[in-house]
């Protein structure tokens, strides 16, 4: 299963993704900086997308994405999450709800 973090700053993004691969190795975790996400889309096309609501990617851009998180770094840290076709709201998303929404992706491709 494919995932691509895209935060801000790049630390943030080496932490999420450290702890992605610590916690479920079969993945394939990639990063990329904001003005890099497009493009990352497109080649990567990822199953399950990490960013934020500032990176300059609308809900458009997500249509070929089938899972996201969304960090709301503009106003209250909140996360949104879509997937299965269900969009939900956390007020503090925690590594396990991250690891939950991953462990639920995988199930839906049928993926380990």
């Known amino acids: 299963m494919r995932v691509l973090v ?20 079969a993945l394939e975790v990639r990063i990329a900086a ?13 199953h399950l997308l990490v960013q ?3 990176n300059g990617l609308d809900r458009a851009d997500l249509a070929s ?5 969304e960090i709301g770094y503009s106003d209250s840290m909140d996360a949104w999450i879509y997937s299965g ?3 939900k709201k956390y ?3 925690s590594t396990d709800i991250l690891l939950g929404v991953v462990d639920e992706v995988a199930a839906w ?3 380990p």
């Open 6 to 25: 895209v935060l801000t700053p790049l630390m943030y993004r080496e932490a999420i993704a450290h702890s992605l691969r610590q916690h479920r190795s």
């Open 34 to 46: 904001p003005e890099a996400a497009e493009e990352e889309l497109r080649s990567f096309a990822p």
């Open 52 to 54: 934020t609501d500032t």
């Open 65 to 69: 994405v089938p899972s996201w998180v």
């Open 85 to 87: 076709g269900h969009l």
């Open 91 to 93: 007020k503090d998303i």
């Open 109 to 111: 491709l049928g993926r």
